[in-house]
């Protein structure tokens, strides 16, 4: 099998809308300008299935084989993961610290457990420091499997088998903790591994069988793709957080987003838009942890110096423009991170974990 392209654009568009969607939906929220959980939850529900197709389209089973291959993957994923991650993490720390007068409650455990990502077998969205950073937990769950995964991927019968057993999980996953006693008492037991393995081995499936042919769809439709989705998703809005999850809407957008992460991946991006597609997915981790940190951050210590009121009570367009400004400025901070920290520490993991000949 020849190798496969380094990067594929298509996934880093759709990857780039879902970062967009994610933050939308958080910063309109905590705006008071509307809910639209059908974006957020789909947005990173889309992160597992691309973390798990680009992890199989890159790390065939010949890569991770033993116990030194596995170590080598290991550490690079917290490289990629933990230098921004764990920076953030302490800004934030400071952050709560002056906001609340006090340090964080039982502060060196969870800096130990969000350090090594153990956070995600500990009640990941309790323990994760960072608004969001309880994916990064159960990734890193993920990761401990992938080896086992990457082995079983050519094995096409036994990983629908799998994949069908994991679906079955999710579903009563979902109905044992949001169907049965609804969003408010059941999120937090709802947020761990189990509840999401099905995206992240469905996205191995689709980053397996991407490998055996390069995107040749035209530019239009990875557009078009992306537009569909997220027309989709609007559609069919719950009026509640949690509905999303149930019934035949929820079988739909859980469907729809490996339609959309398998389309998306046949498409052939040049010029222009492959650059964009790039810019959107250097910067779609960065954006992701950012936009949390940038709004409270103003409304914390900035906007109590300039007025009282809350940020309800504002005008819609003043919030609406506040909205699409951090948007901007989180987009721009991430690029930053990217060109000087990230990718420098990628390019130096890579020369020291390359594996010996």
Not at 108 to 119: C, D, I, K, T, V
Not at 161 to 172: E, K, T
Not at 302 to 312: D, H, L, N
């Amino acid at each position: 099998m020849n190798a496969p392209a380094v990067r594929v654009l298509g996934w880093d568009l759709l990857r780039g809308v879902g970062a967009l969607m994610v933050a939308f939906y958080h910063l309109s929220y905590w705006l008071g300008l509307t809910e639209l959980p059908a974006l957020g939850t789909y947005g990173v529900y889309l992160f597992f299935v691309l973390s798990g197709a680009s992890l199989a389209y890159v790390y065939p089973a010949e890569r991770v084989q033993g116990v030194g291959d596995t170590l080598r993957f290991l550490a690079t994923r917290w490289l990629r993961l933990a230098p921004l991650y764990l920076l953030l993490c302490l800004v934030f720390i400071a952050m709560l610290s002056l906001h609340n007068g006090q340090l964080v409650n039982r502060l060196p455990l969870r800096l130990a457990l969000n350090a090594s990502f153990a956070f995600g077998v500990r009640d990941p969205a309790v323990w994760a420091l960072l608004i969001g950073g309880w994916t990064l937990g159960i990734e890193f769950v993920y990761y401990l499997f992938f080896p086992l995964v990457a082995r079983m991927l050519p094995h096409r019968g036994a990983g629908i088998l799998v994949m069908a057993a994991l679906v079955a999980l999710q579903w009563w996953w979902i109905y044992r903790t949001i169907g049965s006693a609804g969003w408010n008492a059941g999120v937090i037991p709802y947020h761990h591994a189990p509840a999401f393995a099905a995206y992240f081995f469905g996205g191995c499936m689709l980053g397996y069988e991407q490998r055996q042919s390069a995107p040749a769809a035209p530019e239009w439709q990875g557009w078009l793709v992306a537009a569909a989705w997220v027309g989709l998703l609007l559609a069919l809005m719950p009026a509640a957080p949690g509905q999303e999850l149930l019934g035949v809407r929820g079988a739909v957008l859980f469907t729809s987003v490996f339609v959309a992460v398998y389309l998306s991946g046949r498409v052939r991006l040049q010029g222009r838009t492959a650059a964009l597609a790039e810019w959107f997915g250097d910067v779609t981790f960065g954006l992701y942890l950012l936009h949390p940190i940038l709004l409270f951050g103003l409304l914390w210590f900035v906007v109590p110096r300039w007025t009282g009121s809350e940020p309800a009570q504002w005008p819609v367009p003043v919030r609406c423009g506040l909205l699409l400004a951090i948007m901007a400025l989180a987009a721009t901070l991430a690029a930053l991170s990217e060109r000087r920290l990230e990718r420098p520490l990628r390019r130096w993991s890579q020369r020291k974990l390359r594996r010996s000949p």
